[in-house]
């Protein structure tokens, strides 16, 4: 499987939408992921193409010394081949070369393959935001990574 990460772009959301109504019982909408991708300065969003097809995304904000990601996925059929990995090791990337050291996430507790990941990239557990999925009111699990500036370095520490 050929797989390319860019940047997202306008003409990407209509995938992206598919892709995040697959995925979420909540899914965001088009209008925000245009604020995000053409307004929203403190945002960056990339996108995850196999053989030309939409396979996943991510983003996170910039804010201060802080990288907070806001959303990832992956397509169903493409989940456990390192595509949520490359998703988020370009994201610390990109955070670490702008000089952000720390990035927090929330994560459903439920969500264990998820869990993983950040944990095999360095995250750690930080707390619970009680009932903050609004839908089914689900727990969310704080991450942090507090040393992502390492991630450039130690490759073989982030896998």
Known sequence: MELK???????????????ERMCFSLPWSREAFRM????NQCARYYVARANGMLIGYGGMWLVLDEAHITNIAVHPEYR?????????????????ELNI????????????????????????????????????REDALIMWNFH????????????
Do not use: C, H, W
Request: glycine fraction near 10%; charge should be positive; charged fraction near 30%.
């Open 101 to 136: 050291e720390r990035m927090t996430l929330e994560v459903r507790v439920s969500n264990k393959a998820a869990i993983a990941l950040y944990k095999s990239l360095g995250f750690e557990e930080g707390g619970i935001r009680k009932g903050y999925y609004s839908n089914d």
């Open 36 to 39: 995000e991708v053409e307004q």
């Open 148 to 159: 992502i500036g390492g991630y450039i370095n130690d490759q073989q520490k982030y896998g």
């Open 80 to 96: 456990r081949r390192g595509v949520g990995r490359l998703i988020m090791k370009t994201l610390m990337r990109t955070a670490a």
């Open 5 to 19: 990460i860019t940047p997202m772009k306008r003409e990407d959301i209509e995938e992206v939408l598919q892709l």
